[in-house]
């Protein structure tokens, strides 16, 4: 079975379509968010195509809750959506518990194009407890420059992993989108 490795993901404005690759989001958020941008690649490559016919979704009814409170994946979303500053995202580290993650929350999303919306937990065979030790230790960085070299080629071989496994969510669900508006604009539904 072949995994269609996404290399962009694209966007509707009223002017056109838009297209971000891994580059951009690395461009964006740094280069020490190399997994950031596969995960935020990987994720809404998948949720586009789920959500909308032609997998390119107007980029102003796109909406995010995660429990994740990655700043790297929270700036590759922001890039691609606008969400973050449009207060179309929402961070919650109690949607979700696993896989768990060295910050707290969990490699847990939601997301929602217009009237659908879809939840997605990562593999926890990605997202394991050697992960969060090595983030831990070293994404910060360290003065040993053979310690750092071996991160990056972990965080690399990460990359390709998240990018190329065929089940690299454990669970992909419909959810509401509705209470994802009803997030963001303040309202309570049940």
């Known amino acids: 079975?072949?995994?269609?490795?996404?290399?962009?993901?694209?966007?509707?404005?009223?002017?056109?379509?838009?297209?971000?690759?891994?580059?951009?989001?690395?461009?964006?958020?740094?280069?020490?968010?190399?997994?950031?941008?596969?995960?935020?690649?990987?994720?809404?490559?998948?949720?586009?195509?789920?959500?909308?016919?032609?997998?390119?979704?107007?980029?102003?009814?796109?909406?995010?809750?995660?429990?994740?409170?990655?700043?790297g994946v929270r700036d590759c979303i922001e890039l691609v959506t606008r969400a973050v500053t449009q207060g179309r995202f929402v961070l919650d580290p109690s949607a979700a518990t696993f896989p768990?993650?060295?910050?707290?929350?969990?490699?847990?999303?939601?997301?929602?194009?217009?009237?659908?919306a879809m939840a997605y937990t990562f593999s926890e065979s990605i997202f394991d407890a050697e992960w969060c030790r090595q983030v831990a230790a070293y994404q910060q960085g360290t003065a040993d420059p053979a310690v750092h070299a071996a991160y990056v080629?972990?965080?690399?071989?990460?990359?390709?992993r998240i990018l190329a496994m065929p089940d690299v969510f454990a669970e992909v669900r419909p959810c509401s989108a509705e209470r994802l508006i009803s997030l963001m604009s303040g309202r309570t539904v049940k």
């Open 1 to 71: 079975m072949f995994v269609q490795t996404p290399f962009s993901v694209r966007v509707r404005e009223p002017e056109g379509i838009l297209s971000f690759t891994r580059d951009d989001m690395i461009a964006y958020a740094g280069l020490e968010n190399v997994i950031a941008s596969a995960v935020t690649l990987r994720l809404l490559s998948r949720a586009f195509a789920d959500l909308t016919e032609d997998g390119v979704p107007d980029r102003r009814s796109i909406r995010i809750l995660t429990a994740f409170a990655g700043e």
């Open 153 to 160: 080629a972990y965080k690399f071989a990460k990359v390709g």
């Open 100 to 116: 768990a993650t060295p910050i707290g929350g969990a490699m847990y999303f939601e997301v929602a194009c217009a009237d659908r």
